[in-house]
């Protein structure tokens, strides 16, 4: 999915907010806006969103001296996430569900809404809201018998990890989910607040299936930012599972494999491009071609 126009303004917030939030020196606030600006300016529309992103909190973090500026933020969320499923016996609710695997994915569907790519303003209230209220919504796409059917003929899973908070939720899918088949995908160093292996490790992922990073700090899935060790993982599994906006941004081009793009769409232009209602809970399949 190519950068849009709606994709700017929000580069350019996301920009702002993170500037504000790194220093309260206005030279260095100004410098991080100006840099922002310079590389829209720059902008070749062939791109897409996190690419740029990419660049722009790259610059945030070396001016600013921190090489993760929301590491705060990401630990507080996955606090609030086991908080959420401890208040609302998540746990209990998936085993009791008449169809497990279905309510699983919604959770971790709604989960997506923890992405401070969209508003560092996301309340710990929107969270739970987002929670409670994902087991009567409707899901734009696919099933999730479609998504088993696929998983059981895999025989290697890759599971591409987004947000930190949001991987909480994660794990009541892998849970319903072949284990033995997946392999869960991290950054390789912050961005943002994406999940990275401190992340897998602080809320217990690495006990449940394999986890690697991809050795990129891009959001997002970009190949030329990645390893080598993980793009011949990408290359030898059978089933993508793709977590959040910026995934599906920059893998919905993507032809040679069978992927699910499981996210909330948060934004007009993922909506758009998938063609659903902005709000939706999403679980779009991507057949070989």
Do not use: W
């Not at 100006?34 to 902008?43: A, D, I, M, S, Y």
């Not at 740029?52 to 590491?71: A, F, T, V």
């Not at 279905?102 to 929107?126: P, W």
């Not at 869960?184 to 912050?190: I, L, M, N």
């Amino acid at each position: 999915m190519k950068v849009t126009y709606e994709c700017l303004t929000c580069l350019v917030r996301q920009s702002t907010e993170a500037a504000r939030m790194v220093t309260e020196d206005i030279e260095l606030q100004q410098k991080i806006i100006k840099h922002t600006l310079q590389e829209v300016g720059k902008l070749d529309f062939s791109e897409t969103a996190p690419y740029l992103g990419s660049i722009i909190h790259k610059y945030i973090k070396e001016i600013s001296n921190n090489p993760d500026p929301y590491k705060e933020l990401k630990a507080k969320y996955n606090d609030v996430a086991f908080q959420i499923c401890e208040d609302l016996k998540l746990s209990e609710l998936v085993k009791s569900s008449d169809f497990p695997l279905d309510t699983a994915c919604r959770l971790a569907m709604a989960g997506n809404i923890i992405d401070f790519s969209v508003s560092i303003l996301v309340e710990e209230e929107q969270v739970r809201e987002t929670i409670e209220k994902c087991f009567k919504a409707n899901i734009h796409g696919s099933t999730a018998d479609e998504l088993l059917d696929a998983a059981n003929k895999a025989n290697k899973i890759l599971y591409l990890a987004d947000n930190s908070g949001e991987i909480v939720f994660d794990k009541f899918l892998i849970n319903e989910l072949p284990k033995e088949k997946i392999t869960y995908v991290v950054k390789g160093e912050p961005v943002v607040n994406d999940a990275t292996m401190d992340d897998a490790v602080s809320v217990g992922m690495i006990d449940l299936v394999r986890v690697i990073d991809n050795g990129s700090d891009a959001q997002g899935t970009i190949f030329d930012l990645c390893s080598d060790e993980f793009k011949n993982e990408f290359e030898e599994a059978d089933l993508i599972i793709s977590k959040g906006q910026a995934n599906y941004e920059t893998l919905s081009d993507v032809q040679n494999k069978e992927m699910f793009f499981l996210l909330k769409a948060k934004c007009k232009s993922v909506a758009n491009n998938i063609e659903c209602i902005q709000g939706d809970l999403v679980m779009k399949r991507v057949h070989v071609k």
